[in-house]
């Protein structure tokens, strides 16, 4: 369960051979796949785009945090892109173009998992 107040980071590099700039959105989602809500400014960066030599590498560092007067149990995490061709003009795109995201998930306040929850005492 997250609540007003609590923080998420994510850390880690997208590295991108896709000569288009991207906007990166990171959407939180309830266990009945509603979008939860997060704090204004949050959970967007903007990905570079590759040059004729080589792909970009974008750091990560963004602190995810719920809206005001929110709290909700989060069951995923979406990134979802959005292209800007106006960032770079005369690259096409190759065929073994990619974007790849490693990723890091920390929770500052911990985790806390109940166990009698996952396990099945019956097997």
């Known amino acids: 369960l997250l609540s007003q107040g609590t923080k998420v980071k994510l850390a880690g590099e997208i590295v991108n051979s896709i000569?288009?700039?991207?906007?990166l959105r990171f959407n939180f989602f309830d266990k009945n796949g509603n979008v939860v809500p997060?704090?204004?400014g949050c959970g967007v960066q903007k990905i570079y785009p590759c040059n004729l030599e080589s792909a970009s590498k974008t750091?990560?560092?963004?602190?995810?945090?719920?809206?005001?007067g929110t709290s909700a149990e989060i069951?995923?995490?979406e990134l979802e892109f959005n292209a800007n061709a106006a960032d770079v003009a005369g690259i096409p795109v190759k065929e073994d173009a990619y974007l790849q995201a490693v990723l890091q998930l920390?929770?500052?306040?911990?985790?806390?998992i109940d166990l009698s929850e996952i396990i099945d005492d019956d097997k």
């Open 75 to 77: 069951a995923s995490l």
């Open 38 to 40: 997060l704090a204004e």
């Open 59 to 68: 750091p990560l560092d963004i602190v995810l945090a719920l809206k005001e």
């Open 19 to 23: 000569p288009l700039g991207l906007d």
């Open 106 to 112: 920390v929770l500052p306040e911990g985790l806390t």
